[in-house]
């Protein structure tokens, strides 16, 4: 079975603060995503990665950065956290090219004081 | 920017009916349309999919039907079961993207026995 791991699944940061998030996949993806979950907004993209080194802004990028320096692992860096960064992030991964089924992790909620 | 619209946002029925869940989309040129079903606590999980050569798909309870001219597809569930609750969540692909998902804001299904 695909795994998805996001490693923290509740954080608590201050304002202000650079804050990581980790996504690990096992079953060599060449995509990773992430995306940000709030109530009555459903699933908005952040960034998303199609190869190593490689990445593509999503819907919502402002605030954000990722890095993708090996193939597994996709992290999505907060530089300066703010409150309105409050949110449950997901990562997800699929195959590439043909755009199809998306792997999530469990998700990590953030709350940023 | 792509928009996928979707409705109800909240619905609920008696076990054994059906229901059936509405989404839009703006791209005419998205060509792959998921749905993803999430518990609580956890990430969403693809449960259909229909690409944009075929009008219909079903598996066991639920199936998709696709409207490319008019850009919408709808989930059906048949012979609901407590077990169906969950925010279900469609999608469409990104045409510039290439492998990425715009999500719709969701539908909170309720099945009461």
């Known amino acids: 079975d695909v795994k998805v791991t996001q490693s923290s699944r509740y954080l608590v940061k201050r304002t202000g603060e650079k804050v990581f998030l980790e996504c690990v996949q096992d079953?060599?993806?060449?995509?990773m995503f992430w995306y940000r979950q709030d109530p009555g907004l459903g699933l908005r993209l952040i960034y998303f990665s199609y190869d190593v080194k490689m990445k593509e802004k999503g819907d919502i990028p402002e605030g954000y950065s990722v890095s993708r320096e090996k193939k597994e692992r996709f992290s999505l860096i907060l530089e300066s956290a703010s409150t309105n960064q409050t949110s449950m992030y997901l990562c997800?991964?699929?195959?590439?090219?043909?755009?199809?089924?998306?792997?999530f992790g469990e998700g990590s909620r953030l709350t940023v004081l | 920017g792509e928009n996928v619209e979707q409705h109800p946002s909240t619905l609920s029925v008696q076990e054994g009916d059906s229901a059936v869940i509405k989404c839009t989309y703006s791209?005419?040129?998205?060509?792959?349309f998921p749905w993803y079903k999430q518990e609580l606590g956890k990430g969403p999980q693809l449960i259909i999919d229909?690409?944009?050569?075929?009008g219909e798909k079903k598996d066991q309870r639920i199936a998709v039907t696709l409207n490319k001219t008019a850009k919408h597809f709808s989930l059906h569930i048949t012979e609901t079961q407590p077990e169906d609750s969950a925010v279900y969540f469609c999608?469409?692909?990104?045409?510039?993207?290439?492998?990425?998902?715009?999500f719709g804001k969701g539908t909170t299904l309720s099945v009461s026995s």
């Open positions: 791209d005419s040129a998205s060509n792959y």
């Open positions: 999608a469409a692909s990104i045409h510039q993207a290439g492998t990425a998902l715009i």
């Open positions: 079953m060599d993806h060449e995509n």
């Open positions: 997800a991964s699929s195959l590439f090219p043909k755009v199809g089924e998306l792997f």
């Open positions: 229909i690409r944009s050569n075929v």
